[in-house]
């Protein structure tokens, strides 16, 4: 069965440097979140998207900003990057008003800022 | 403010034992996750639980949700090596600042010795 994809799944970027994370959900999967997780910490909640309009935020830094297109992909875009934002970066989809809005994780994006 | 206590934190098992995670939350939720997630790796959806007394069972893990508790239990029966891992709980809760947002708990680590 086809899954969440993100890419790239490793990234390496300097400091003060932009990253763009991608991810393309599950087919027929209308909504998109995007999650960070510190090492040996639970997720954080960053955004979500349903039908490429914002549903629900959370710990989104201001430099950070995303978005989800017509075919559902949705890209993570984060400017001026620190240290701390060392981090696994997950995308997760689902469909609603189907399995609860039950959400299934892609294998993540790692990224780490020099 | 949303929070998720989720204990033990870590918790170390014979094999063939049972035993609880507990799962804490401070406001109303319409939706509870319980997620596995092994070291490295992506998070693995098991259960989500929406209505008051719902209970979900699949292979050794049981799920149920007490809402006016504000409680959720994922019980262990006769504990084998594969079910050791790291276990989140999660929901969906209305923030202050105006939007939902998802909440994990602290996670609880697993290990089942043999």
């Known amino acids: 069965a086809a899954g969440v994809i993100q890419s790239p799944r490793h990234l390496i970027k300097e400091k003060r440097e932009t990253a763009t994370l991608k991810c393309y959900p599950i087919?027929?999967?209308?909504?998109v979140y995007w999650y960070q997780q510190g090492p040996g910490q639970d997720p954080q909640f960053l955004i979500s998207f349903y039908e490429k309009m914002q549903s629900d935020k959370g710990s989104i830094p201001d430099r950070f900003s995303a978005q989800q297109f017509s075919d559902y992909h949705s890209e993570l875009n984060m400017s001026s990057l620190e240290l701390g934002d060392s981090a696994l970066y997950f995308c997760?989809?689902?469909?609603?008003?189907?399995?609860?809005?039950?959400?299934?994780f892609g294998p993540g994006t790692r990224l780490t800022v020099l | 403010e949303l929070k998720v206590e989720q204990n033990p934190l870590f918790l170390s098992m014979q094999e063939g034992k049972n035993y609880t995670i507990y799962c804490n939350y401070s406001?109303?939720?319409?939706?509870l996750y319980w997620y596995r997630q092994d070291p490295g790796k992506s998070l693995e959806s098991l259960f989500v639980l929406l209505s008051n007394g719902a209970v979900k069972q699949e292979g050794r893990l049981m799920a149920s949700l007490d809402t006016k508790a504000r409680l959720s239990t994922l019980h262990i029966t006769a504990a084998v090596h594969d079910l050791s891992a790291t276990y989140f709980c999660?929901?969906?809760?209305?923030?202050?600042?105006?939007?939902?947002?998802?909440?994990f708990g602290t996670g609880t680590r697993l290990k089942v010795l043999a």
């Open positions: 999660a929901v969906r809760g209305y923030d202050p600042s105006g939007t939902y947002k998802y909440i």
């Open positions: 406001t109303t939720s319409d939706r």
């Open positions: 087919p027929r999967h209308d909504t």
């Open positions: 997760a989809s689902s469909e609603s008003g189907r399995m609860q809005n039950e959400q299934f």
